[in-house]
């Protein structure tokens, strides 16, 4: 299993953008596809976005399709997801997760993750 470090949560202004940035260790980080999870407070935990292992397809949640966009650098094993035009029901904690081994880019089901960073707290206010 790899380990994942998540970072560039914050408090952004609707409208606004982020970075999120995930650090992966393990030398398998090139075969594995990657994806973007978060959860509101008190709700369950949602897919937002996945990456395949080449970074060649993506594929995106119906309500950030279009303002997200993820991205991933195999040399530096880093996964990243670029967040334009917040909305407030965008807030939550951001999880970066572990797929399938040479998987396509798909929905991704929280059950079938590998393994999940410690998450960072994205806040965006009206």
């Known amino acids: 299993q790899m380990q994942l470090v998540e970072s560039g949560g914050g408090l952004v202004q609707a409208g606004g953008s982020l970075r999120l940035s995930c650090a992966a260790s393990?030398?398998?980080?090139?075969?594995?596809?990657m994806g973007w999870f978060r959860q509101p407070l008190g709700k369950e935990r949602e897919f937002v976005a996945a990456i395949d292992w080449s970074g060649g397809s993506t594929y995106y949640a119906d309500s950030v399709k279009g303002r997200f966009t993820i991205s991933r650098d195999n040399a530096k094993r880093t996964v990243y997801l670029q967040m334009n035009s917040l909305k407030p029901e965008d807030t939550g904690v951001y999880y970066c997760?572990?797929?399938?081994?040479?998987?396509?880019?798909?929905?991704?089901?929280?059950?079938?993750?590998?393994?999940w960073g410690q998450g960072t707290q994205v806040t965006v206010s009206s």
């Open positions: 393990g030398r398998t980080f090139s075969s594995y596809t």
């Open positions: 997760a572990q797929g399938g081994l040479y998987s396509v880019a798909g929905y991704l089901s929280p059950m079938s993750i590998r393994s």
